[in-house]
């Protein structure tokens, strides 16, 4: 698949930091073409936890498609939530990684979706293993489905 900015041509996804950026553009973004670029697209309104959508019907199923992101914690953003723990209360560092890590996960999963053919995904869960000693695969999957209005 090709980045939108740069036109270069990459492996995987895995490459990219939204549909149509890859890593090393996104990083040289300004904070408003960021926002830009992470647009949502239409089928990030039609994702849920639940197995129907409200007002649609589910003309056609793709089966399960998943997104996955794995992540190691920094030594220094350890070293800093260590810290928090001593203090106690909501651990904004890890909140932050974690947070970060599900969305990329979901990103990849719409991705996915998108790839099938299907404009929504239902029964959307997380999960998260770890693999090594700070070291945690993130997974997000659901039932890719083509949706269409019921009138
Ligand atoms: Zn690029």
């Known amino acids: 698949m090709r980045c939108k900015v740069c036109g270069k041509d990459y492996p995987s996804l895995y490459h990219f930091k939204t549909a149509d950026t ?10 408003e073409e960021r926002a830009k670029a992470a647009q949502p697209s239409p089928i990030h309104q039609l ?10 019907r589910i003309v056609k199923s793709f089966g399960v498609i998943r997104g996955i992101t ?3 914690r920094s030594v220094f953003g350890t070293i800093g939530a260590s ?5 106690g209360g909501n651990i904004t560092l890890f909140s932050e990684l ?6 990329e996960a979901f990103e990849m999963m719409i991705h996915h979706a998108v790839e099938r053919g299907a404009n929504a995904v239902i ?10 000693q700070g070291v945690t695969e993130v ?13």
């Open 139 to 151: 997974l997000c999957y659901g039932t890719a489905v083509l949706v269409e209005p019921t009138v």
């Open 98 to 103: 974690c947070e970060q890590t599900r969305a």
């Open 70 to 72: 794995v992540r190691s």
């Open 22 to 31: 890859c890593l090393a553009c996104y990083e040289g973004l300004s904070e």
């Open 123 to 132: 029964g959307v869960r997380y999960d998260a293993t770890e693999i090594l």
């Open 47 to 56: 994702t849920t936890t639940a197995f129907t959508l409200d007002g649609y």
């Open 83 to 87: 810290l928090q723990t001593i203090v």
